[in-house]
């Protein structure tokens, strides 16, 4: 096992590059990219780093040279032979072949795009324009280089000891964490966090801790490296990415109203099984569902990704019923700001009623909090989304307003178009 606090000692974090591989990503941003492959190739998007949480003034503390040697590393990576033969050979969700031919001789051959940046009002805005199926692939590993780059600039002053302490002391809250969890009978939870990640190295040691610690209950991480290197399940399906630039494709109120539900219809073409996951939340959960074809109900399951968990996840059960639908046949996988006492409470709660799961993110891969002066490495809200697509803004509502985001005049006609109200905001953890 890697001796973290050393590593970061002794070599100042040269030696390990934050995204050392293509597949340093998530599992979903592969499976959609094959699907916009083919359906949406010559779509030409903008996406843009989106920092929510203000008072983190990225630009001041990560240093702009250091950003660029980062993101200009990761334009040099190429999928290596071995990571080719896994993903074109690999059983995932019991399917061989996942990925076609035609996708994987692409993306054998992929360069990111290049990259724009600059600094404003302490804040870097960094864009990336191109291709929709090239572009996409920028935005996980541009997240985690900019989560990373602010931890090295708190942990670079820090001495060997002081260093030593602060990851023996993340390594029992974790651990800690999961001794709460194996205590919870029939349990299913996968690694989500990739993205807001510490680092690399963190990232692997706490997928290797919950395989240790959880066994069967944990069944896999999002992560693609990570899954191939430490043989483990890739986990993932799909995420808001694709309504919002379908849906900024539409040419009419009318074809705006059945872009969500033609995302999925090209996604039921592709895939089958525990891959049929309705996100429902881009354009808001209950009138996503009132208006859902029929066929939307046969599906597997539901993520439920913003809004209250709970209410979410009860929005669904009475769908499920009202379409004849068994609940307890159906999964519900909880994915937003989750930690061990939300977990504790969702599964309670709807063990038994459905099946459960969980995709833990930041809080399982990111939990410094309250380990360093001025909590200086607690996570924040950072995202890097699709902002345009042909020229057309892109719209996102969601179930919780503080996740919102669009020009205004466009978010009150997405509202209009797909009925949405008065919502409840909540606080953003990450």
Known sequence: ????????????????????????????KLLM????????????????LINRTKRIRLAELVDEGELREQLDHIRTLRLSRGEST????????????????????????????????????????????????????????????LMELRG????????????????????????????RLRKIEGLRIADFGTRRRHSFLWQDWCVQAMREGLGSAFPGTSNCLIAMRREVEAIGTNAH??????SALANSDAELAQAPYQVLADWHEEHDGNLRIILPDTYGTEG???????????????????????????????????????PRDKLVIFSDGLDVDVIEQLHRRFAG?????????????????????????????????????????TVKLSDNPNKAMGPADEIARYKRVFGVGAQNAQDLIV
Request: charged share 25%; net charge neutral.
């Open 152 to 179: 090295r600039a708190v942990l670079g002053s820090m001495g060997k000891f002081e260093l030593q302490v602060l990851y023996a002391r993340a390594m029992t809250k974790l651990w800690e964490k999961i001794e």
């Open 353 to 393: 009623r459905v099946k459960v799961s969980f995709g833990w993110g930041t809080m399982l891969t990111n939990d410094f909090r309250g380990l360093v002066a001025d909590d200086a490495l607690a996570p924040f809200s950072i995202v890097c989304k699709a902002v345009s697509a042909n020229g057309r803004p």
């Open 86 to 145: 896994w993903l074109r050979g690999n059983m995932f969700y019991g399917k061989r072949q996942m990925f076609r031919h035609d996708f994987m001789e692409w993306f054998e051959g992929l360069q990111l795009p290049p990259y724009h940046l600059e600094k404003r009002d302490g804040q870097y805005e960094l864009t990336f324009e191109g291709k929709w199926p090239e572009v996409m692939m920028w935005e996980i590993p541009a997240l985690a280089v």
């Open 241 to 246: 990415e694709l309504p919002m630039v379908y």
């Open 33 to 48: 990219c094959q699907s916009v492959f083919r359906n949406k190739p010559d779509t030409n998007v903008t996406f843009s």
């Open 288 to 326: 996503f569902l009132a208006r859902a074809p029929e066929w939307l109900a046969k599906w597997t399951g539901i993520r439920i990704d913003s809004g209250d968990p709970a209410t979410g996840a009860e929005i669904a059960i009475k769908w499920w019923k009202s379409c004849g639908e068994d």
């Open 1 to 28: 096992m890697v001796d973290i606090a050393t590593r970061v000692h002794n070599h100042k974090w040269k030696i390990d590059p934050i995204v050392r591989s293509l597949i340093d990503t998530d599992f979903y």
